[in-house]
């Protein structure tokens, strides 16, 4: 009894040595520290840091085998990869997006139709995956000093006739490919993702031979935020004009057009380029971001 | 169509707009738009409860000009809205509570980015609660879950940056899992809309053909949302996510977030599976004895600990925990019992990561218990919200949080004998261990007034109104609960 009231008022006091509690009192963390604290290890954590580093490997290789097993036997039991026989190619959706694709959203790539006309909704959540993706990078890794040239970057930047005369031929090639993607995307394969990552490309090949501050005369954190903040407010606001009107039964002034044509499939152009610049910046962004801390 | 039925898709829009324009707003003015959305979308969605409900209708609304099913689509029933609704109100008053120790602990420039990803969690949020499409539910979980990674690493700690990158791993694997299974499903059914995956699921399980990857596909779904709610035994990010994030960050994670992937789950079960398959398939068992385990396991985890915010983290690992219980336990009365616990959670749990947060911050950054002594009188309005708040965790009457309990209670006497007994055994252990924890937390606030030569601090008027609406809220439900519990489980009905 006297023993379990000593129990309870260590308990109560908060010294009982339950857990991993090495922190200096007083010593608690601080508002705006950038480093981890360093705390001596007790015996209590060692052993079990010990015993999680012996059990960590069997665990996880049982556990996998399992997962493994399970997933492989589901797998096999699936239909055949590309029998003309199995659900998907069978349900009426399919079917429909082939034979009147091209009627309804005006255009010839199918797959263009699909994701920015009749599953439009999808795709403008997809472009606001890369905004969040893009924004939480810069959470991640934006801070306001300016970063101290290291060695790297040096190394990076020292000035390599063959790298800069090849870039100097290469990127005009690989951006206007990129918007030969991004315009032909109802016409042929392609599309705003496509093209957009190859810009992205391009961009990065540039800041990766020229360095940051060529670039930045076009493209600053400023200019940045503009262009995306345009793009995707045009997105949401022309997809939710179309929605709504779609959900009203009311006429829209976005009309499929005459197939083939680079002016037609209604907003799938427009919301093509769009895609295409959000992807470009994203991926910029998060090589100028993991680069050098700032865009 | 009535008109107010355009409004989710207005508010989803709305939100994604508004976390756009944030990037150039300076962070008072972001704070302005996202608070401001939040409290619109709480009062349109509650407009469009009360246009629903009395109807008893449940309307798909087409987005975009291709009828079912050929687009995407929302469908829009009494229990959305009323998820809808509370989780924006929600919102309000996380964003009202933590505004204070957001301004103090982040570095101004990137203040604005957290109301960036607020708007895009609101977003998510709806459009999970809303949606009618397995894929659509896939892409704003991925904005969830990149928004909470967000909100969550915005302070900049080497602490706060290795519990977000592990609570980033976690929910992306249950992100990955939750794709699998979408995968697996759309191979053997061949749609993505809700309805119709529903009927050829039912005729899958009724032939007996393709049973193992139907069976896998629900497992994955299932899975993947548990780990990202957190239920036992992948609980084990929250007590660093939670203890080292601002407030503000903990409070909507816990009290939304993780809400949020449970409704998108209970909708599958409904709307996907459909209940008679969930209901034998087996998989409710397991989430059923992991609940009862995370209860339990949750509550032991919060009496080890030293430190104010893990606690609260612990014992949200436990809650959750009831929640998968109820799950489990049956599609009526168990599924009620859930939603409820749903909404009193996300209705308590903020309140006291904000509460804690405040007291923490008045004694200095001090968040172990013996630090803590006396912070009831320096901070007396978060000193009150705490007290009560803890009430209505360990389930006091007139509290939401008994309201729960009792529903559980008597869901589990409906329930089969094998599940009886252990939901009982759980809720009389966990409300004992509750009451051990935080009345050792309440007690220790009280004692000595002002220890330490602290001042009385100046209670900021944003928080105490948050604080005061969230007491008076579960007060109201706490007394008034019974008629909105079945209000309810009716529409558990038409679900």
Known sequence: MKKFKEWLRDWDEGTFDFTIDTAAAGNEESTVSESFEKTALTDLENREFRLFSRAFPITAV????????????????????????????????????????????????????????????????????????????????????????????????????????????????????????????????????????????????????????????????????????????????AKCYSFFCGANSLHTIFGPGTPGRIFSAGLILPLNMVVGIVVSCTLYGFYALFMREQI | MSFCLNFPLFLIVLSLISAVLCIILPGKAARYVALSLALLSAVLNAVILFYVYPRNISVTYLMGHYPHPWGNELRISAMEALFSSAFSAILVLCLLGGSAQLREKVQAELSPYFYVMTCLIQAALLALVYTNDVFTGYVFIEICTLSSCGILMIRKNGRTTLASVRYMIFSLVGSGLFLFGVIFLYNITGELLMPNIRAAVLTLWTSGEYKVPLLTAMCLMTLGLSIKSGLFPFHIWMADTYGTAIPGASAILSGLISKGYIFFLIKLIFDVFGVDVFYASGIHNVLFVFGVIGIIIGSVSAIRENNILRMIAFSSAAQIGYVYMGIGMSAGAGITAALFQMLTHAATKPALFLSAGTMTNAMGNAKKFRNLQGAGYVTPVAGLAFTFESFSMIGVPLTMGFMCKYLFGTAAFEAAPLKMIPTLIALSVSTILNTMYFSRTVIRIYRHPIANGHEREKTRVSYALAAVVFIVVNLFFGVFGKSFIDALGNCVTIF
């Open chain 1, 62 to 237: 049982i556990l996998a085998s399992v997962m493994i097993v399970f997933l492989l036997s589901a797998v096999m039991r699936l239909p055949a990869f590309g029998s003309p026989h199995t659900p998907p190619a069978e349900s009426v959706t399919i079917q429909r997006y082939i034979e009147n694709g091209l009627s309804e959203t005006g255009a010839i790539n199918i797959v263009a139709g699909v994701i920015l006309d009749y599953r439009a909704f999808d795709t403008l959540g997809e472009s606001h995956v890369l905004f969040a993706a893009a924004a939480a990078v810069f959470i991640l890794m934006a801070s306001a000093r300016r970063r101290p040239e290291s060695p790297r970057d040096q190394a990076i930047l020292r000035d390599d006739p063959i790298l800069r005369n090849t870039t100097k031929v290469l990127v005009p090639i690989i951006l206007l490919f990129g918007l030969y993607v991004i315009f032909n995307g109802h016409l042929g394969p392609g599309g705003g993702f496509s093209g957009g990552s190859i810009i992205g490309g391009g961009l990065i090949m540039y800041e990766m031979s020229y360095g940051p501050t060529r670039l930045q005369r076009v493209l600053n954190l400023k200019t940045y935020k503009i262009t995306v903040l345009v793009s995707l407010l045009f997105y949401s606001i």
